[in-house]
Nanobody, 122 residues
Framework: QVQLVESGGGSVQAGGSLRLSCAAS????????IGWFRQAPGKEREGVAI????????LYAGSVKGRFTISKDSAKITLNLQMNSLKLEDTAMYFC???????????????WGQGTQVTVSS
């Protein structure tokens, strides 16, 4: 069974940094990809960044490329998202998800965590 538990959210001023983590169960290695998605109030859920469970492939949304870095600690089966130069529009609930398709489309991911809130203020 896939279990995903996010942590690390919080409040930060614009321009600041946050690091999100997602603790995953071993089962994710039976899947191909794991990543971060977000949903702001009144908006659809969107893909932020994904990484292959083998760690060799990454994909970023254009809005975060160059500011966010996704990584995976194989020993601890932990997924991380380092977020730098945060903007007001990065405010959202951030979710960890796992699936078998190399895509940022949330609908392709069957397994989800509960989410962690990120709030960026001016």
């Amino acid at each position: 069974q896939v279990q995903l538990v996010e942590s690390g959210g919080g409040s930060v001023q614009a321009g600041g940094s946050l690091r999100l983590s997602c603790a995953a169960s071993d089962y994710i290695y039976s899947l191909g990809y794991i990543g971060w998605f977000r949903q702001a109030p009144g908006k659809e859920r969107e893909g932020v960044a994904i990484i292959s469970t083998g760690g060799s492939s990454t994909l970023y949304a254009g809005s975060v490329k160059g500011r966010f870095t996704i990584s995976k600690d194989s020993a601890k089966i932990t997924l991380n998202l380092q977020m730098n130069s945060l903007k007001l529009e990065d405010t959202a609930m951030y979710f960890c998800a796992a699936g078998n398709v190399f895509t940022l489309r949330p609908g392709e991911y069957p397994y989800w965590g509960q989410g962690t809130q990120v709030t960026v203020s001016s």
